[in-house]
Nanobody
Framework: QVQLVESGGGLVQPGGSLRLSCAHS????????MGWDRQAPGKERELVAT???????NYADSVKGRFTISRDYAKNTVHLQMNSLKPEDTAVYYC???????????????WGQGTQVTVSS
């Protein structure tokens, strides 16, 4: 089994910052990439940021220059540093990982349970 556990969400004022973390554990042989998605009420889930095994990053246009994704390989954790937060960033943020559990097994995407981020004054 694979577990992804997010933390770090909460309530923050516009212009503030939050740092989300996602710890992964379990049967993981190889990770192709990890990322963060978000879903706001009444809206479809959207990609926020991804980071490849080689460290290449990709961001949604709406968060470029404000959010930074990073990985701590020693602690099996991926982070999302969110600065200059706006009310439209309010959503449930989900960590995900595209990985192989064992050598030769199929590549599968796993999701965390999500963490709420609310940006409001």
């Amino acid at each position: 089994q694979v577990q992804l556990v997010e933390s770090g969400g909460g309530l923050v004022q516009p212009g503030g910052s939050l740092r989300l973390s996602c710890a992964h554990s379990g049967s993981i042989f190889s990770i192709n990439h990890m990322g963060w998605d978000r879903q706001a009420p009444g809206k479809e889930r959207e990609l926020v940021a991804t980071i490849s095994s080689g460290g290449s990053t990709n961001y949604a246009d709406s968060v470029k220059g404000r959010f930074t994704i990073s990985r701590d390989y020693a602690k099996n954790t991926v982070h999302l540093q969110m600065n200059s937060l706006k009310p439209e960033d309010t959503a449930v943020y989900y960590c995900n990982a595209y990985l192989q559990s064992f050598p030769g097994s199929s590549w599968t995407r796993y999701w965390g349970q999500g963490t709420q981020v609310t940006v409001s004054s």
